[in-house]
């Protein structure tokens, strides 16, 4: 039997928070809502309802490197309130690195021929499913590689 993904992945940004969550395989990431960031405290509050109807156990963060891959100002500030939602809302995180998620998130919605300027909110949205994503593949990936690995001297 496998395990039960609970997942919650996040796009933080200065004004928003885009929020996806998976489904229960761990296949897909879908968007959620986007949260208007106006206090720590609405944003732990709206986050915290969708952790409890969602049984959410890992916050899954989308880290903005720079394109050299360092971690600069922005990454800094996303880290820092990440570990902030995680002693507050008492979960585990970790990152994935995001660099182009937004582009991609608006190069999906031109090509539905939506209009990326008027729906920020999408945006975000889009490019937390985008965040998550990558982390189920990965996550794959590496289970996948662990059960085929059989030690030699058992």
């Known amino acids: 039997m496998t395990q039960k993904i609970a997942a919650l992945g996040l796009d933080i940004g200065r004004k928003r928070i885009g929020v996806a969550g998976c489904d229960g395989t761990g296949l897909i990431a879908t968007g959620i809502t986007t949260i208007e960031s106006k206090s720590f405290a609405d944003t732990l509050s709206q986050l915290q309802a969708i952790i409890e109807e969602r049984g959410v156990s890992l916050l899954v963060v989308g880290l903005p490197y720079s394109m050299d891959g360092s971690i600069g100002f922005q990454a800094r500030q996303v880290q820092k309130f990440s570990k902030r939602l995680s002693a507050a809302l008492h979960l585990p995180i970790e990152f994935v690195d995001e ?22 909110g999408l945006i975000d949205r889009k490019a937390a499913a985008l965040i998550l994503q990558q982390w189920l593949e990965d996550r794959r990936k590496t289970i996948k590689a662990k059960t085929t690995e059989q030690p030699e001297n058992s």
Do not use: D, F, G, H
């Open 99 to 120: 660099r182009l998620t937004s582009y991609y998130a608006e190069q999906m919605m031109i090509e539905q021929n939506v209009s990326p300027s008027r729906n920020k």
